[in-house]
């Protein structure tokens, strides 16, 4: 079954920098389109950014742009969101995304908080 589990979140202050990684298994990894989301305190889901199969196409939110980073390496099937310059604003719960048969699959998602 599709299992997607993130890691790499915790506390970081202003300014500072995460990476996030998203392990996948349970299906063809490299044949789907992979995303971040995100879920801040109180709010709803806030899609971060999309990477293509080969990942060579990236797509951000306007919110992200210029400071986050979305790759892949399809032969360790995992998919990374490197966040720099971080904002309080970007505190949230970030998961891991596949849309596969028209089926959302999502991890459980890592904690980010942002904070002096």
């Known amino acids: 079954q599709v299992q997607l589990v993130e890691s790499g979140g915790g506390l970081v202050q202003p300014g500072g920098s995460l990476r996030l990684s998203c392990l996948a298994s349970g299906f063809t990894f490299s044949s789907y389109v992979m995303s971040w989301v995100r879920q801040a305190p109180g709010k709803g889901l806030e899609w971060v950014s999309d990477i293509n199969r080969i990942g060579d196409i990236t797509y951000y939110a306007d919110s992200v742009k210029g400071r986050f980073t979305i790759s892949r390496d399809n032969a360790k099937n995992t998919v990374y969101l490197q966040m720099n310059r971080l904002k309080p604003e970007d505190t949230a719960v970030y998961y891991c995304?596949?849309?596969?048969?028209?089926?959302?699959?999502w991890g459980k998602g890592i904690l980010v908080t942002v904070s002096s």
């Open positions: 995304n596949v849309r596969k048969l028209g089926i959302n699959f």
